[in-house]
């Protein structure tokens, strides 16, 4: 399908097209418009890929496994075959499936493996290191979505990833400024110069290449599941595993397998919702605040104004609060998923809502920390022209994961485990807390945020939207749904427009640099918020059907993220 050369030609000129030209512009209202289909991506090459697999006949779910393959090789922060994740998909006939590949907890995980002897947790244990990497779900995943959906061969929709991860990709400003400051953990937590390893600091246009990750991308195309749960690639992860005390082993990698679950959904002003379930959490508390938010005139309020933040934040408390407490790995711990979604129940807990004083989180539950780990997750929507739709949110957990590359096999592996409860009650590296539904078990799966989600409006596809950002993931997707179904935004309007989040502890709104007034920063602070400014929350990546049938994307700016389509 791609030769070779056309290929690098058309990633180096599209490199070029897109940091001399998109990036340098202001920030525009309106994203980019297509006719027939779209992807938005973390990176502009992965995106290209995924439009060319769908220009070559491939479908939605076709062009987002070649994304996310593509992702692996230029987004090695997030993008990934050592990570998990989870996938919402919408066929134009409007049947709907999800696919959990999420990490799993290797067999000899124990609840108290992150602990010191006096039961206090051991400093980076769960996120940096061996120790700290899940049992990958990747790529099991993208072979179970193709089973299922897929239309071109596995071969087809590798071989671009092979050919950039051998013949080199270029780095983007951002990617620069970010691989400049992990060098001293990549150091620190391998035992070879890793391609991301410098000497000198990286400069904007340094070429990547990465032949063992080409090699290993070949052994799956080659394999299939097994080139990567098995032999060559297996025996390497096992082997890096020994060398630094992480449990993973082949009977692990051997045994990994996907889920289909059944997609959450619900009702918000006459469009559903369709996201993902436990484990991850972001379904059932993107719907629980979207049932919070219904019967109010947020539009009339005013996107940012003092009252719609406010009821934001004491939705988002008392969700974040059910979260901590409920939520887990439905095949471990009985998920009360109705209850949660109950009306009456969500309602019940909103009527304590008093729009004259904030709640103080310690009223509504316990626990604190802030974070510490930028969070990296990454995510893919696609919209093919037949109308299919497929969100997938995928993750190392943080940013390189747990920094280790595998040697001989060039991916690095995640840092999942963070996201059990390692000590129940005390939080995690995005300050969530935990209770024991979440606690760590043998082959248990950890609970997630993430919360790829699409929209329909009288039965017709609306909106595919998803995001990066650990626990914020959650409240970013809550924002862009409300900003295009509240506060009448297109789609790109809606990523750029700047977010805030709460999420019970620590007791704070996290605002972005200049999202809020000065009058509403104050008015909210009268009210008993305390709030915190922040650099960026969330990367989305989100594709809207325009009332016309064409496709609006909203690529966010915060990031490299890019739209494209055809
Ligand atoms: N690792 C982030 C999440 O799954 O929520």
Redesign the pocket.
């Not at 993750?395 to 943080?398: F, P, Q, Y």
């Not at 950890?446 to 993430?450: A, F, I, T």
């Given at each position: 399908m791609f030769s070779s050369k056309c290929f690098f030609i058309f990633s180096f000129s599209l490199f070029t097209l897109y940091s001399c030209v998109n990036r340098n512009q202001q920030i525009p209202l309106r994203g980019i418009i297509s006719e027939k289909a779209m992807v938005s991506s973390a990176h502009p090459l992965a995106s290209a890929i995924g439009v060319e697999i769908m220009k070559n006949g491939g479908n939605a779910i076709d062009a987002a496994i070649a994304t996310h393959f593509a992702l692996a090789v230029v987004y090695p922060q997030a993008g990934n075959i050592g990570g998990g994740?989870f996938a919402v998909i919408r066929l134009n006939n409007g049947s709907i499936n999800s696919l959990d590949f999420?990490e799993k907890a290797p067999a000899l995980a124990h609840r108290d493996m992150y602990l010191n002897a006096d039961g206090q947790l051991i400093d980076l244990k769960s996120t940096h290191g061996h120790m700290a990497s899940g049992v990958p779900g990747a790529v099991d995943g993208m072979f179970a979505l193709h089973q299922k959906y897929g239309t071109l061969t596995m071969a087809e929709l590798i071989e671009p990833s092979i050919e950039i991860a051998q013949r080199g990709y270029t780095l983007t400003p951002l990617a620069t400024k970010l691989l400049n400051t992990k060098q001293e953990e990549f150091q620190k937590y391998n035992r070879w110069s890793t391609p991301y390893q410098s000497d000198h600091n990286w400069e904007v246009g340094d070429t990547i290449t990465q032949p063992d990750l080409a090699k290993t991308l070949e052994n799956i195309q080659t394999n299939g599941r097994n080139g990567f749960y098995e032999g060559i690639v297996a025996d390497q992860i096992v082997a890096e595993m020994q060398i630094g005390e992480g449990l993973v082993s082949h009977a692990d990698l051997k045994n990994y397998q996907s889920v289909w679950r059944k997609p959450i959904t619900g009702k918000y002003r006459g469009h559903q919702i369709i996201s993902m379930a436990p484990p991850?959490?972001?379904g059932i508390a993107l719907i629980q605040l979207l049932q919070g938010t219904e019967d109010y005139p947020i539009s009339d309020w005013g996107h940012n104004s003092t009252k719609t933040i406010h009821l934001m934040a004491e939705l988002e408390r008392r969700v974040y609060a059910d979260r901590a407490t409920f939520l887990g790995d439905p095949d471990y711990i009985d998920v009360p998923i109705d209850q949660l979604l109950d009306s009456a129940y969500n309602q019940k807990r909103y009527d304590e809502i008093s729009f004259l004083k904030a709640t103080p989180s310690v009223l509504v539950s316990s626990g604190k920390i802030p974070p510490s780990e930028s969070?990296e997750?990454t995510h893919i929507s696609v919209v093919d022209a037949n109308g299919n739709a497929v969100a997938i949110?995928t993750?190392?957990?943080?940013s390189f994961g747990n920094k280790v590359m595998v040697k001989g096999a060039g991916f690095f592996l995640n840092n999942?485990m963070?996201?059990f409860s390692s000590k129940p009650g005390s939080p995690n590296q995005?300050g969530l807390i935990g209770g024991e539904a979440n606690a760590i078990a043998p082959h248990k799966r950890?609970?997630?945020?993430?919360t790829p989600t699409i929209v329909t409006y009288k039965d017709k596809l609306k909106m595919v939207v998803g995001t990066?950002g650990?626990?914020t993931?959650i409240t970013s997707v809550y924002q862009t749904l409300l900003n295009v179904i509240d506060h009448g935004m297109g789609m790109q309007e809606a990523v750029n427009a700047k977010r805030v989040h709460h999420q019970w502890y620590p007791d704070e709104i996290r605002v972005e640099t200049d999202a809020l007034t000065e009058n509403v920063q104050n008015d909210l602070e009268k009210l008993g918020h305390q709030l915190r400014i922040t650099d960026k929350i969330g990367r989305m990546d989100c594709i809207l059907v325009l009332p016309d049938g064409r496709l609006e994307g909203g690529a966010d700016p915060r990031g490299d993220n890019t739209a494209l389509g055809y």
């Open positions: 994740g999420r991850s959490s972001g969070p997750t949110t993750t190392l957990n943080s999942e963070d996201d995005f950890m609970l997630s945020s993430m990066p650990g626990s993931i």
